[in-house]
Structures are given as structure tokens and as C-alpha cells.
């Protein structure tokens, strides 16, 4: 089975700052995804950024940018210039690449933005 | 302009009540996904259907009952609700083939008193 770990329960980061956050993930699978959401305090899950298993990479969206290490089976998140509206739960997930398949999510990191 | 929609938002209900929960999307989507997320922040599929065809149905209580009456709809329907069943339950949709994306509806936060 796959599992996702995320070892920072919680995080903090001075406003224009960078902050990593970390994931590790197991599985079998050779092919698969990888994913960043993020939950502000409106509950609404927001996709940050995806990367592609086969795609060695590094997927980047503005500010985010992820580092996928496929051997070490780790998929790190860096923010940049953090804002304060970056503050949220973040969810690392995984999910394998068949049809309609579930997404399987680590425990969370929430993130703090000092102003 | 609400891609996955969910009603309602907020529910409080006694124990033993039994609950429907609606949700949908106007994405055009194939598959559609239930996940609960408790107390803890922590997220875990519930169910998938396909096409109206259930696909995913982890392990959970007999009391949970999914119904697709079409691609665009997916309910959860809820008999003899108990406090453990306290949590918030979150719609998503993608499109097989096409996206590997899991659009999320705003979640239905469940109180069980």
C-alpha cells in the first residue's frame, strides 16, 4: 500500500522569507503522481503544484517549486517570498497513474506566515 | 461558475438521524471521489464511481451509502449517524484520461451531537 509522510507537523516562516517543507512517500509503482494542496482556513483544498513521476523536472508555479528526488522517494516543497496569505495546511499527496484512482494524503503541515 | 459544488456547507444533527449529503459538478468530469477528513486534519477516501459505477469503496461503515444518479452527481447518504462520524466530508471530481487533477468541492462540515 501507499503511504505519504509529512515529518513537520507544523512550520513557520518570516513574511519574504523561503520555507521547505517536506514529504516522503512509498511505493511500488515506477509511474505516478505527485502533488502540493493547500487548505487555507476556508477548508477549500487548493491545488499548488503537481509533478509527473517520469518527468525528471523539477515542477514549478510562480512561487512554488517543488525538488522530486524519485529514488530517495521524497517530494519537497519550497515557497518563496512568503506572504501571508501563504499560511495554511499543506497536503503532500500521491496518487497512482490509473484510471480514477484515489489520492492518498500525508498528515499535513501547517504553515505560519510572520508578519 | 462553481466547478464542485456541495450542499449543504454546515450540518448539525442528533445521533441516530439519518443525513444526505449532496454534491455536484459542472466540470464535464467522468469520476467522482467522497473523502472524509477528521478531526485531525487528516484526509482518506470514502468512495469513487466511475461513470455511476462505484470503483473505490474503502472500508467503511455499511451506515455510508453513495448514490450517482448521474456523471454530474454523487450524494452521500448517512443512516444512524454517530458522534465519530463528526468530520468534514469533501466532493472532487477528474476526468479519466484527460487530467490527473482532483478538482475539490468547499467540503460539508458534519457536527454529531
Known amino acids: 500500500a501507499q503511504t505519504v509522510t509529512q515529518s513537520q507537523p507544523e512550520m513557520s516562516v518570516q513574511e519574504a522569507e523561503t520555507v521547505t517543507l517536506s514529504c516522503t512517500y512509498d511505493t511500488s509503482e515506477s509511474d505516478y503522481y505527485l502533488f502540493w494542496y493547500k487548505q487555507p482556513p476556508s477548508r477549500q483544498m487548493i491545488l499548488v503544484i503537481r509533478?509527473?513521476?517520469?518527468?525528471?523536472q523539477n515542477a514549478t508555479e510562480n512561487r512554488f517549486s517543488v525538488n522530486f528526488q524519485k529514488a530517495a522517494k521524497s517530494f519537497s516543497l519550497k515557497i518563496s517570498d512568503s506572504q501571508l496569505g501563504d499560511a495554511a495546511m499543506y497536503f503532500c499527496a500521491y496518487r497512482r497513474k490509473s484510471s480514477g484512482d484515489k489520492l492518498t494524503f500525508g498528515t499535513g503541515t501547517r504553515l505560519a506566515v510572520r508578519p | 461558475d462553481t466547478a464542485v459544488s456541495q450542499t449543504p456547507k454546515y450540518l448539525v444533527t442528533q445521533m441516530g438521524n439519518d443525513k444526505s449529503i449532496k454534491c455536484e459538478q459542472n466540470l464535464g468530469h467522468d469520476t467522482m471521489y467522497w473523502y472524509k477528513q477528521d478531526s485531525k486534519k487528516f484526509l482518506k477516501i470514502m468512495f469513487s464511481?466511475?461513470?455511476?459505477?462505484?470503483?473505490i469503496n474503502e472500508t467503511v461503515p455499511n451506515r455510508f451509502s453513495p448514490k450517482s444518479p448521474d456523471k454530474a452527481h454523487l450524494n452521500l447518504h448517512i443512516n444512524s449517524l454517530e458522534l465519530g462520524d463528526s468530520a468534514v466530508y469533501f466532493c472532487?471530481?477528474?476526468?479519466?484520461?484527460?487530467?490527473?487533477?482532483?478538482?475539490f468541492g468547499p467540503g460539508t462540515r458534519l457536527t454529531v451531537t
Open positions: 472532487a471530481s477528474s476526468q479519466v484520461f484527460s487530467s490527473y487533477e482532483q478538482y
Open positions: 464511481y466511475n461513470n455511476k459505477e462505484l470503483i
Open positions: 509533478q509527473e513521476a517520469y518527468k525528471q
